[in-house]
């Protein structure tokens, strides 16, 4: 977002020190932009609180923000940032920019924005987390909150880019924790987030169980009238509140309206999920070494199913920390259920995130 300041202007300093660095840094690059100075410092993520909505229904778009894992420790806070928000069906889902949050930025008038309208896009928005110190560092920060309105049936993505319009010289300014030049730019591989607009139709199922006479394990009939339209699967959980969540039953979707489960347990709880997306059923990676050398520069094959109207993306993080954020894999979307990855050195964790088209 802004051009370069000497490293002595970067030492730790007090809010209104910073304030008055950053007053100048923008007035700097306002007649020159600087060069930037690391590419990517900051991993950008968006994501939506629903994927699935009805027509005339809304959800909320959110941006974050975080420091890469690689410039964490000497990493002192983000403390400036520039973005476009750009939306690929204006006729499918409306963004309320004018509504935009900025609740962790400063949202100082001398030096934000909300940016300025491009039919179903906001060019140009910018901020500073100049009284929220750490910003961006241990925890991803939420750059905005947009409300979104489904105004017709179909399927809309909301992606999130530098910054244009402005003459501003990078994305992303992250003061580093001891002084020195400031680390800069923005890694948007995995800032999309996709929107499916349903029609307004509902559709109320209830589901019946009845035992089956016979001899072995005990079974039970689960029948049920199906949605049309839809996608109608009957899951299960051991418990209301288990931390494993609802899962499928075997054969899914179950539009026949019925399905035989064997009791397995001393209790087990069903409903019926209907969607107008296929399910997913059981995520699962498959790794496997591929010939050539082992340690640094072995190769794995990463390998997993894939559903229509969904996209996949493999993600990756070094440690299993809470803190730490997961990074989408080069090339994503992964569609084609499968890539090629090179052992760098330190552990990896891989895992597989869906979502609708």
């Not at 209301?240 to 039953?249: E, T």
């Amino acid at each position: 977002m802004l051009s370069r300041l000497p490293s002595n202007d970067l030492r730790p300093r007090t809010p209104a020190g910073w304030r008055a660095a950053l007053l100048f840094a923008l007035l700097f690059v306002l007649i020159g932009s600087g060069p930037n100075l690391l590419a990517q410092a900051v991993a950008v993520t968006a994501r939506l609180d629903t994927n699935t909505i009805s027509l005339g229904g809304s959800t909320t778009l959110r941006v974050f923000a975080q420091v890469i894992p690689a410039l964490r420790a000497n990493s002192d806070q983000i403390f400036a940032w520039y973005v476009d928000v750009l939306n690929t069906n204006g006729s499918v889902a409306s963004a309320n920019y004018a509504a935009m949050q900025k609740s962790s930025s400063d949202n100082d008038p001398k030096i934000s924005s909300i940016g300025t309208n491009d039919g179903p896009n906001q060019r140009g928005i910018f901020d500073t987390f100049l009284n929220l110190p750490g910003a961006g560092v241990t925890n991803p920060v939420e750059l905005m909150a947009i409300p979104v309105t489904g105004v017709s049936t179909g399927q809309a993505r909301f992606m999130v880019q530098a910054g244009t319009t402005l003459p501003l010289s990078t994305d992303f300014l992250v003061a580093p924790l001891h002084g020195g030049d400031p680390m800069t730019g923005g890694d948007y591989s995995a800032a999309s987030a996709d929107l499916r607009v349903v029609s307004q139709t509902v559709c109320v199922t209830r589901l019946q169980i009845a035992p089956l006479a016979g001899p072995g394990p005990v079974r039970f009939l689960l029948t049920f009238t199906p949605c049309p339209g839809g996608y109608n699967t009957v899951e299960y959980r051991a418990a209301i509140n288990d931390s494993v969540g609802w899962r499928a039953l075997p054969g899914a979707p179950h539009n026949s309206g019925s399905v035989t489960v064997t009791n397995v347990g001393p209790q087990q709880f069903f409903r019926v999920n209907t969607s107008q997306t296929p399910p997913l059923g059981d995520l699962r990676l498959n790794l496997a070494a591929l010939p050539g050398p082992t340690g640094n520069g072995q190769r794995l094959q990463i390998t997993f199913s894939t559903v229509p109207s969904y996209n996949f993306t493999v993600e990756a993080r070094n440690d299993l920390s809470p803190t730490t954020a997961w990074q989408a894999l080069p090339g994503a979307p992964h569609n084609g259920g499968s890539l090629t990855v090179t052992n760098t050195g330190p552990p990896r964790f891989f895992r597989l995130r869906a979502g609708p088209l």
